[in-house]
């Protein structure tokens, strides 16, 4: 039952973060959905973990290469997803507001995606694999 509640509050979440990017892309007086290329960046920011989990061996060291470019990949996904709506705004693609909305819907939405590897990434009896 803990998994069900756990998958109900990260949905919520994400529903959240997800009217916040909308938000910043459809009211009336911001109109541009430039910002909505943001949403590939959700997408891609969890293939190299995908990748490094597959790849590596389930040895507990406390450094493993591939795991930790992996990191790195993941660090430069999310910065980028973060540094996007900045651009557009500094060119005047968007506006400053729309840009706050974005970046508050990236938070948001980066945060559930992290909780869902808190939560279903463990892997012994309830993981991510069976969703």
């Known amino acids: 039952m803990a998994g069900i509640k756990a998958l109900v509050g990260l949905s919520f979440s994400g529903a959240i973060g997800l009217t916040f990017l909308l938000l910043g892309c459809a009211l009336e007086q911001y109109g541009v959905y430039w910002p909505l ?3 590939m ?3 891609v ?3 190299p ?3 490094a989990k597959r790849l590596s061996d389930d040895t507990d060291a406390a450094s493993n290469a591939c795991r930790e470019l ?3 990949f993941t660090t430069g996904i ?3 997803a973060f540094g996007l709506p ?3 705004a500094r060119a005047d693609v968007i506006y400053w507001g729309a840009c706050g909305l ?3 819907g990236n938070a948001v939405i980066f945060l559930t995606i992290l909780g869902f590897f808190v939560v279903f990434g463990g892997g012994d009896d309830f993981s991510w694999e069976q969703w």
């Open 78 to 80: 999310v910065v980028s």
């Open 49 to 51: 973990h995908f990748i």
């Open 41 to 43: 960046f959700y997408v």
């Open 37 to 39: 290329f943001v949403l």
């Open 102 to 104: 974005v970046m508050a």
């Open 45 to 47: 920011s969890p293939i």
């Open 70 to 72: 992996a990191y790195f």
């Open 86 to 88: 900045v651009v557009l």
